[in-house]
């Protein structure tokens, strides 16, 4: 594919979950992905079914302008950035309770699991989010260190599935980055 000079439709794309799932996630030390192909490290799990809303990216920048006399704007200083994405996992299953309650939480035994809810800190996590874009695109989002820092409501009726929407902090790793965003696309080739 040579450099883009026209429009090219083939190019659009929605936020489509890959068919074997969407959102992984891990303890820390797994294997961190550097790329949108290479198969996961099998620490990750899949957290199973979204809710139709599907995953939210926020980037959020405050910044703060410096005026001089007279009332010019002469520079806009950045006074922070943060990064976190929300979703509702629909499935019941122990990956999701883990994410949402903790490890030590989430009790699994032959037809049961027992889950108790406490104000304990959940620790840190590696979680991944893949997505299928176009038929010429797969696309993976990489968060290092994702902290929950938010639960939704848990609406018990006959009509909501019963999943909490979760919001995840991404925080800045090691490089000082909060995300990675891969994408393997078919045709594309290297820039000069």
């Known amino acids: 594919m040579a450099v883009q000079n026209t429009n090219d439709a083939t190019n659009v794309g929605v936020g489509k979950p890959k068919v074997t799932g969407a959102a992984f996630i891990a ?11 290479t198969e ?22 405050d910044s703060s302008d410096v005026t001089a006399w007279g009332g ?8 922070s950035y943060k990064e976190s994405f929300t979703f509702t996992p629909i499935e ?16 699994v035994e032959a037809g049961k699991m ?14 991944v989010i893949e997505t299928v874009p ?9 968060i290092p260190r994702a ?19 979760l919001t995840f902090a991404a925080l800045p790793d090691d490089k000082g980055n909060t995300m990675y965003e891969y994408h393997a696309i078919t045709g594309l080739t290297a820039e000069a």
């Open 27 to 37: 303890e820390a030390g797994a294997t961190i992905p550097t790329d949108a192909s």
């Open 72 to 79: 010019d704007t002469v520079y806009t200083a950045q006074t």
């Open 134 to 142: 176009n038929s010429k695109t797969v696309t993976r989002y990489v």
């Open 147 to 165: 902290k929950l820092t938010e639960k939704g409501d848990a609406s018990l009726n006959g009509s909501d599935p019963m999943g909490r929407e």
């Open 92 to 107: 019941i299953n122990p990956t999701v309770m883990r994410a949402t309650y903790g490890k030590a939480n989430v009790k």
């Open 40 to 61: 996961l490290d099998t620490k990750f799990k899949c957290m199973g079914y979204c809710s139709e809303d599907g995953i939210s990216i926020t980037e959020e920048r």
């Open 114 to 127: 027992t889950v108790t809810h406490n104000a304990a800190e959940l620790p840190e996590c590696p979680i």
